[in-house]
């Protein structure tokens, strides 16, 4: 059960949000002048590294806001927390313990 | 009765207060304070259970968590709880036990016979011997044969709870380090949780000695404790087992409240389920000993020599007469000295080492008890208790030494179970001789013997650092030195050495692994079961492994152990349910009209809310009464409760933008005060909504979505908005529960409508087919939408929720004269069918496209929506993809649903579509169907054959729209 600072909320269980997969997906477009496998790629690969991972997380019994959390996937540490518009931000070695 | 093995003084029991109990059909005393284990061993009962596969006598091994042979039967009918440990049960008056896994009772037991044929029954045996003709064969009786207790049948009557806790430091048991923990955390004026699996607070302090600040080591727990208490900023959970640590700190917890205690309140809880989220954790769970590894291990009469000095101590019972312990280290010395203090004799101490501290050997020796250097138990003898054992010296021979107790001890594993289950990494301590934590994960630390501390003193000192508190730890006055230990896995001696008493696992069967190569502990654990019984391998796991590294030449760190896993006892399944189950299960939610469904004999049934399914008069059947309810409608006029239909509000300057986006059809082009149906796509091009979309102003839109997609679409619109369009100005509001939705449809809606009064002109001109007006109805704020799922002409009036009754009630009133007839979901669905509308979920599924359905006009459309560079994809525009058809049976009955139209014959014969709607229609006199059909579009009057379950039935495929084709009188 992780905990999750939301933005608008703060920490709050895990239970109260949804995963959204991976954030920073590029759409691509407009339909006509995208090939197939372009397209393909868009809806099935998706990345899964050991390690940092940049998703997106919907505070769903919440505030229902989207947001980014960059998430350690092998140990489940939360090392950033930032809004949609922001970029992906620099991860050093410390974050987050939670 | 007398109980022979009590103390005459001495133990945490009140022998002003005896109580009577049952096991295995005869009574029995003990007293208040006794647990189950404690009173059979005062009693003398040797003989507690059968083992698992071979139905060896089995006696009671350890005195907590860890017991592995001593599983109770408690309880009878709905109330019946299996597999309970005797060491945890606390016995009260009245209590009625039975041993599980024998038959007809544990001293005679016929399936007792599995023992002479272990030969057979090895570890893998079922994949070897019982194979032919086919292991089902036997697998019954097999199962029957090996099992534990049985789980009664009737649902369980008992009440659960589950709770959620927040605090600064959970402190995991109450013994040295656990309470110096908690005090010194507390004294900071953290918000402290401690929580003792035991209902006695204390561990170790109650029953192995010491003393603490100049105190007795049990004084000292009791001030510490009392000082606590005290505290507003501690909890104190006794009967409350620490069951998992999950990830960022969180903790389950299993409190037993009333517990199996058949005179606590009828309010409590049996169980109270805890989820705690700690800020930080102190892991002070102890350490559970190892029994050694030899042939006869298993019986009646072979204790872990902690539990011999837990029961003097802790309930004045000595579990024998005369005693040998048998030890590789120093600290099974302490129960020779508190066994022969007790007035019990020792017949030796057998220790496996050569070479024995001086000043340890002088403990017992001293006392005239002989001390066998160098010396292994190799055999034991007894029918169903222990009559003696044979002990091999140092020099080769052997001797017997008649006893009833045998006390052993093979080194403590450190309770690491939380630790590993946090993410925390183990590591082999050769001086230990046991996994202790190494690296942690989370914020955790393991104090005292659970950090594989050895002293009194060093677990008050690590306690006390870890709570982080002022002042200076509490100091161990008088404590007994640091044990030491030579590793000693296995006695190397013919016979059956158990290794897993509860699964019956040998190390033979160890060794039987490893010649065939399933040697990785993981795959061990798998072929043999060890460590997979109720008591998840708390005296087993370890020898297991170091057995295991012994045949494979590999060291005990590399072999490694199996991964500790939730929950670290058993904990009763009720518990996780809580309160939800039954009508509590999830929220049920009831319609604003709930109570006139019901007056009027509705069929109410969960379809996400409460609705009415028919409403059968007296002596009607559902059918008779939707086909009923469906011909009030073609005739007259029926009233229907769509009020779970998904209302959501978008507006914004953006509003049109985002929703040509989210729909499959244009929506910016509609005009203020119209209405369009659209389909909703996801990103592969499947439909996941249908519904209509009305436009009250320019930058004001009402979103409808399907009953079941209400929240569902709401989240779907807030997702591409926050995420994808973030430069859009839109809001998104959900309303459905805002506003209810009382639809009138039928050839007279219009009349009746009109008598109720409406405050906008209702002629097919001013408002026709697909058109919204907002004013008042019967005096109500009403939005009303000309749409029809019905066919029939039909108005959608939406009312705020709390005047819904208001509304109902003048249109039933004034509705008599119209033979007004309420209709259920099973008529609605009817109704749409024969008009050939789609219902998403029972016509569609998660591959049906636009393209399935009739809509390939959306590949002209101009612009990106959801979905449409799926849908451009080739496979979605084959000819012989499935479509979306009308089905007329032949004959008068339905087609059943599911249904598939079967092409070719023999090895070609595959399936060309499927029913997806069916019933019965009172306006054809027979079944209409809906069906998706491989290139069914071009097939319109082809007559099919089709397949239900061996049935064989012929059908005619039709244009979706069977009834009114022309839309006269939709459009009416």
């Given at each position: 059960m992780l905990q999750i600072s939301c933005p608008w909320c703060g920490p709050r269980d895990e239970i109260e949000f949804r995963c959204g997969g991976q954030s920073h997906v590029i759409r691509p477009g407009p339909p006509e002048e995208v090939d197939d496998a372009t397209w393909g790629r868009y809806l099935s690969e998706k990345i899964n590294p050991r390690g940092d991972h940049l998703e997106r997380w919907l505070h769903a019994a919440g505030c229902r806001r989207w947001f980014n959390v960059a998430r350690d996937t092998a140990t489940h540490r939360i090392r950033a927390v930032y809004h949609m518009v922001e970029a992906a931000p620099a991860i050093g070695d410390e974050g987050s313990a939670r | 009765m007398s109980q022979p093995f009590r103390l005459a003084?001495?133990?945490?029991?009140?022998?002003?207060?005896?109580?009577?109990?049952?096991?295995?059909?005869?009574?029995?005393?003990?007293?208040?304070?006794?647990?189950?284990?404690?009173?059979?061993?005062?009693?003398?009962?040797?003989?507690?259970?059968?083992?698992?596969?071979?139905?060896r006598p089995r006696g009671i091994l350890g005195f907590g968590p860890e017991e592995s042979n001593a599983l109770m039967q408690l309880g009878?009918?709905?109330?019946?709880?299996?597999?309970?440990?005797?060491?945890?049960?606390?016995?009260?008056?009245?209590?009625?036990?039975?041993?599980?896994?024998?038959?007809?009772n544990v001293r005679f037991d016929v399936g007792g016979v599995n023992n002479l044929l272990s030969r057979f029954l090895a570890a893998g045996f079922y994949y070897k011997t019982f194979m032919w003709p086919h292991w089902h064969v036997y697998?019954?009786?097999?199962?029957?044969?090996?099992?534990?207790?049985?789980?009664?049948?009737?649902?369980?009557?008992d009440r659960y709870e589950n709770r959620f806790a927040h605090c600064d430091v959970l402190v995991v048991g109450s013994g040295p380090a656990g309470l110096a923990a908690a005090r010194a955390a507390a004294g900071t004026g953290q918000r402290v949780i401690l929580a003792e699996q035991d209902h006695v607070l204390g561990g170790r302090l109650r029953w192995d000695g010491g003393e603490i600040d100049g105190l007795a080591a049990d004084r000292w727990a009791d001030e510490a404790i009392a000082a606590l208490g005290a505290m507003p900023n501690v909890r104190i959970l006794p009967n409350t087992a620490v069951t998992g640590y999950f990830d960022h700190d969180a903790l389950a917890m299993i409190e037993a409240v009333s517990g199996d205690d058949p005179a606590a309140p009828a309010q409590l809880p049996r169980y109270r389920q805890w989820q705690v989220r700690a800020g930080r954790v102190v892991l002070a769970a102890g350490a559970i000993e190892r029994p050694l590894v030899f042939p006869g291990n298993d019986r009646p009469g072979v204790m872990l020599a902690s539990a011999v000095r837990h029961y003097l101590a802790r309930y004045g019972v000595r579990a024998g007469n005369r005693a040998v312990i048998f030890t590789n280290n120093d600290e099974a010395y302490r129960t020779a000295i508190a066994f022969h203090a007790a007035g019990g004799t020792v017949a030796a101490v057998v220790d496996?080492?050569?070479?024995?501290?001086?000043?340890?050997?002088?403990?017992?020796?001293?006392?005239?008890?002989?001390?066998?250097?160098?010396?292994?138990?190799?055999?034991?003898?007894?029918?169903?208790a222990l009559r003696d054992v044979a002990v091999r010296r140092a020099d080769g021979g052997t001797l017997r030494l008649a006893c009833d107790l045998l006390a052993m001890s093979g080194g403590s594993n450190p309770n690491v179970g939380l630790f590993s289950q946090s993410g925390g990494r183990l590591a082999f301590d050769e001086q230990l001789t046991a996994f202790r934590p190494a690296q942690s994960v989370q914020n955790e630390r393991s104090v005292g013997a659970a950090a594989g501390l050895r002293t009194l003193d060093e677990a008050l000192a690590s306690g006390h650092a870890a709570g982080a508190g002022d002042g200076a730890a509490p100091r161990a006055t008088d404590a007994h030195p640091a044990a030491e230990i030579t590793a000693c896995w296995r006695i190397d001696a013919p016979g059956k050495a158990f290794v897993d008493m509860q699964n019956d696992v040998s190390a033979d069967d160890i060794g039987l692994a490893a010649r065939e190569s399933y040697r990785s502990v993981e795959h061990l654990k798998r072929y043999t079961t060890l460590g997979m019984a109720s008591d998840q391998g708390k005296t087993s796991n370890v020898n297991a492994l170091a057995i295991m590294a012994g045949l494979t030449g590999q060291g005990i760190a590399e072999t490694g152990t199996t991964r500790f896993r939730f929950p670290f006892v058993p904990v009763a399944l009720g518990a996780f349910a809580g309160r939800a189950h039954g009508e509590l299960l999830r929220p049920l939610r009831r319609l604003a009209l709930h109570d006139r469904h019901v007056a009027l004999g509705a069929i109410m049934e969960d379809y996400g809310w409460l609705r009415p399914s028919a409403y059968p008069r007296a002596g009607e059947t559902r059918f008779e009464a939707e086909q009923r309810e469906a011909r009030a409608v073609r005739d007259g006029v029926g009233i229907f409760d769509g009020s779970p239909l998904g209302?959501?509000?978008?507006?914004?300057?953006?509003?049109?933008?985002?929703?040509?986006?989210?729909?499959?059809?244009?929506?910016?082009?509609?005009?203020?005060?119209?209405?369009?149906?659209?389909?909703?796509?996801?990103?592969?091009?499947?439909?996941?909504?249908?519904?209509?979309?009305?436009?009250?102003?320019?930058d004001h839109f009402l979103v409808g979505a399907s009953s079941a997609g209400a929240d569902r679409i709401a989240a779907w619109l807030e997702e591409w908005l926050q995420c994808e369009f973030v430069d859009h100005d839109v809001l998104v509001a959900p309303v459905t529960t805002s506003w209810s939705v009382v639809t009138l449809t039928g050839p007279h809606a219009r009349d009746l409508l009109a008598e109720a009064g409406a405050s906008f002109p209702l002629g097919p001109e001013a408002f026709p087919h697909m058109s919204f007006q907002e004013g008042m109805v019967a005096g109500i704020e009403a939005r009303v939408m000309r749409v029809s799922y019905t066919g029939e002409t039909s108005y959608e009036i939406n009312v705020p929720t709390g005047r819904t009754a208001e509304l109902w009630d003048v249109l039933m009133r004034l509705g008599?004269?119209?033979?007004?007839?309420?209709?259920?979901?099973?008529?609605?669905?009817?109704?749409r069918l024969e008009k050939g509308y789609l219902h998403i979920g029972a016509d569609t599924d998660g591959t049906t496209t636009p393209l399935n359905i009739g809509w390939d006009h959306v590949l002209r459309r101009k612009g990106d929506f959801v979905g449409k560079r799926s849908l451009m994809l080739a496979l979605h525009r084959d000819p012989a993809r499935l479509q979306f058809v009308?089905?007329?049976?032949?004959?008068?009955?339905?087609?059943?649903?599911?249904?598939?139209?079967?092409r070719g014959k023999g090895a070609d014969r595959a399936s060309d579509g499927f029913v997806t709607s069916s019933a019965y229609s009172p306006?054809?006199?027979?079944?209409?169907?809906?069906?998706?059909?491989?290139?069914?579009?071009?097939?319109?009057?082809?007559?099919?054959?089709?397949?239900?379950?061996?049935?064989?039935?012929?059908?005619?495929?039709?244009?979706?729209?069977?009834?009114?084709?022309?839309?006269?009188?939709?459009?009416?």
């Open positions: - | 003084a001495g133990g945490l029991i009140d022998r002003g207060r005896p109580l009577s109990f049952r096991f295995e059909g005869r009574d029995y005393r003990g007293y208040a304070g006794d647990t189950l284990a404690s009173a059979l061993l005062a009693n003398g009962v040797r003989l507690v259970g059968r083992s698992f596969k071979y139905h009878t009918g709905a109330r019946a709880a299996p597999n309970l440990r005797a060491t945890e049960i606390r016995l009260h008056d009245g209590l009625e036990a039975k041993a599980v896994n024998c038959w007809p697998e019954g009786v097999i199962r029957r044969a090996a099992g534990l207790g049985k789980a009664p049948k009737a649902a369980d009557p496996t080492r050569a070479d024995v501290d001086p000043a340890v050997a002088a403990s017992v020796e001293t006392l005239g008890i002989r001390l066998l250097r160098g010396a292994s138990v190799v055999a034991t003898r007894g029918a169903k209302k959501i509000e978008v507006r914004g300057p953006d509003a049109a933008r985002l929703l040509d986006f989210i729909y499959a059809s244009t929506m910016s082009t509609l005009k203020v005060g119209k209405v369009r149906y659209g389909l909703m796509l996801n990103e592969l091009g499947v439909v996941i909504d249908d519904g209509v979309c009305a436009r009250l102003g320019e008599g004269r119209y033979g007004l007839t309420p209709i259920g979901i099973d008529a609605w669905n009817l109704l009308g089905l007329r049976a032949e004959g008068t009955e339905p087609l059943p649903i599911g249904a598939h139209l079967v306006v054809f006199g027979r079944g209409v169907a809906l069906a998706l059909v491989h290139g069914g579009t071009g097939r319109i009057g082809e007559t099919v054959a089709l397949e239900h379950d061996g049935r064989r039935l012929t059908a005619t495929i039709a244009q979706p729209t069977l009834y009114d084709p022309e839309g006269a009188r939709l459009n009416g």
